[in-house]
């Protein structure tokens, strides 16, 4: 499927969706968010794909939502399309891992896209900011909740409110992103990284991305209850016979999905 602002590519069972928008910095225009929708909606449907990676260009995963689009939004136009809902959701309805892998700026929307995902990569070169602040207005699609849960109360109110940018340092310190490898080697690592994750039971996968969300979801006891069931039933699972018998015989699991 051909795409206006994404490139799409797949490396064996590992889906790639680039954010193709270099005149905007990939500012995440609706044209392009409906696209980000049909292109994990393939991936999604397609049994063959296990993970899927979110990426930009070396300058930019996402420089936000699209001021030029919001400019001449009202309220009631805003409330009326449920602004920033439709298609943004899709990711974090995903049910297949999904990683994003971030170089140079992901601000505004674009940081709160990243922080969609399951996990976030940052090449050395990475800007990360909520900067609605400065033009008026605040996090819209989850900057103010998930970035409070990400690294804490006090960071999230220092973004929020001075509209900082934070770099891949700070932000690996702080715990926004799981690792930070040098800008230019980012391409090679996602995959490698994804190809890990792609390399074991798809459905085991997806039901430990399920259980660890619950952790954001709900109380510890619920969610250790929640943990404790879907631990239950992987021993129903082929993939779970398979990988404690090749432990015991010594020999790489064949997992069959
Ligand atoms: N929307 C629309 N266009 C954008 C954009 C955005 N969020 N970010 C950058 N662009 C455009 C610029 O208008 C410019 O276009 P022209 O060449 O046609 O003028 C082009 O991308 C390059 O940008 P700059 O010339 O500004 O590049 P720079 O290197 O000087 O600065 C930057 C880079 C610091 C990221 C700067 O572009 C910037 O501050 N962008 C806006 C960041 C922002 O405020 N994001 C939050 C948006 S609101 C939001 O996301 C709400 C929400 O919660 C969902």
Same mark, same amino acid.
């Given at each position: 499927?051909?795409?206006?602002?994404?490139?799409?590519? *797949?490396?064996?069972?590992?889906?790639?969706?680039?954010?193709?928008?270099?005149?905007? @910095?990939? =500012?995440?225009?609706?044209?392009? $968010?409906?696209?980000? !929708?049909?292109? @994990?909606?393939?991936? +999604?449907?397609?049994?063959?794909?296990?993970?899927?990676?979110?990426?930009?260009?070396?300058?930019?995963?996402?420089?936000?939502? %699209?001021?030029? +689009?919001?400019?001449?939004?009202?309220?009631?136009?805003?409330?009326?399309?449920?602004?920033?809902?439709?298609?943004?959701?899709?990711? *974090?309805?995903?049910?297949?891992?999904?990683?994003?892998?971030? =170089?140079?700026?992901?601000?505004? !929307?674009?940081?709160?896209?990243?922080?969609?995902?399951?996990?976030?990569? =940052?090449? %050395?070169?990475?800007?990360? !900011?909520?900067?609605?602040? *400065?033009?008026?207005?605040?996090? !819209?699609?989850?900057?103010?909740?998930?970035?409070?849960?990400?690294?804490?109360? /006090?960071?999230?109110?220092?973004?929020?409110?001075?509209?900082?940018?934070? %770099?891949?340092?700070?932000? +690996?310190?702080?715990?926004?992103?799981?690792?930070?490898?040098?800008?230019?080697?980012?391409?090679?690592?996602?995959?490698?990284?994804?190809?890990?994750?792609?390399?074991?039971? @798809?459905? $085991?996968?997806?039901?430990?991305? #399920? =259980?660890? &969300?619950?952790?954001?979801?709900?109380?510890?006891?619920?969610? @250790?209850?929640?943990?404790?069931?879907?631990?239950?039933?992987?021993?129903?699972? #082929? %993939?779970?016979?398979?990988?404690? /018998?090749?432990?015991?015989?010594?020999?790489?699991? &064949?997992?069959? &999905?």
């Amino acid at each position: 499927m051909a795409y206006k602002h994404l490139i799409v590519e *797949t490396h064996e069972k590992v889906g790639v969706i680039f954010f193709d928008r270099p005149e905007a @910095l990939n =500012a995440l225009c609706e044209e392009l $968010v409906q696209e980000l !929708g049909q292109a @994990l909606d393939i991936f +999604e449907d397609d049994s063959n794909i296990h993970v899927i990676v979110l990426t930009g260009s070396h300058k930019a995963f996402a420089a936000g939502a %699209d001021i030029r +689009e919001m400019q001449s939004k009202t309220y009631v136009s805003a409330y009326m399309e449920d602004f920033i809902t439709q298609g943004w959701e899709r990711v *974090t309805q995903c049910r297949k891992p999904i990683i994003a892998t971030v =170089a140079g700026y992901a601000l505004g !929307g674009g940081c709160e896209m990243a922080m969609m995902c399951d996990f976030i990569i =940052a090449g %050395d070169n990475a800007q990360f !900011g909520q900067p609605e602040i *400065t033009i008026g207005t605040i996090p !819209g699609a989850g900057g103010t909740q998930r970035l409070a849960r990400y690294i804490g109360k /006090s960071k999230a109110m220092d973004m929020c409110l001075t509209g900082r940018m934070m %770099d891949a340092e700070e932000a +690996e310190r702080c715990g926004l992103v799981s690792r930070v490898v040098p800008a230019g080697q980012l391409k090679g690592e996602d995959i490698k990284v994804a190809s890990k994750i792609a390399s074991f039971s @798809l459905p $085991v996968t997806m039901m430990a991305k #399920e =259980a660890v &969300n619950q952790a954001f979801e709900t109380t510890l006891t619920s969610g @250790l209850k929640f943990e404790r069931r879907v631990f239950h039933a992987t021993f129903d699972l #082929e %993939d779970r016979r398979e990988g404690m /018998s090749a432990f015991v015989e010594k020999r790489e699991p &064949n997992f069959k &999905n």
